[in-house]
Every structure is written in C-alpha cells, then in structure tokens.
C-alpha cells in the first residue's frame, strides 16, 4: 500500500499546521507530508526546510494542481475570506464566516 501524501495550505493556525507536521515527521504509518503553500515566503520555506522535504511554494493553486499530494489540509486564519470564494478562489465550502 502506497503512503497517502499530503500537503499543507496555510500556515495561520499554527496550532493545528505544525503538531500535525510534526507528528507526520516522527513517522506516522501510511500519510507522509510532501508539500506546503503559504504567501510568506520565508516561513514556508522554513516550514518546509522542517517537515516535508524542503518542497514549498507560495502559491497555493500551484499545490493544488500537482498530482500529489492525494489529500491537502486547509489552515488558514479563520477570516481570511473574501465573499463567496476564497483568497485562492476556492470555493467556500467550510460554512458560514
């Protein structure tokens, strides 16, 4: 069985981004950390220095559209929401602001 690849969206919930990167580091059984996307170019780089291989970009709709990761966890702050769509065109699909 092949690992199930992930990659990250956002940097803004801390406390949710980097527990989970870190255990992902240590090693959990099947899910591997390859890629993240924040518009702060210094902290993803150092984010991904870290955790997932150096891999980072500061385009999301560029992580989006690689063939993997197979699943992409979502941390933006909370409000970072522009009408009906995302900051990244996505569109909301994560409930009420």
């Not at 989970?20 to 984010?47: C, P, Q, S």
């Not at 009906?84 to 909301?92: A, F, L, T």
Request: hydrophobic share 35%.
């Amino acid at each position: 069985m092949t690992d199930l690849r992930i990659g990250i969206v956002g940097l803004h919930n801390h406390y949710h981004a980097y527990p989970f990167a870190e255990y992902l580091r240590r090693g959990l059984a099947g899910m591997t950390l390859v890629a993240v996307a924040d518009e702060r170019a210094e902290l993803a780089k150092a984010f991904a220095d870290a955790y997932c291989g150096g891999d980072w970009t500061t385009d999301y709709t560029r992580l989006l559209g690689r063939s993997d990761p197979r699943c992409v966890g979502k941390y933006f702050r909370p409000r970072q929401r522009c009408g009906d769509r995302g900051e990244c065109g996505w569109p909301r699909v994560h409930g009420p602001s």
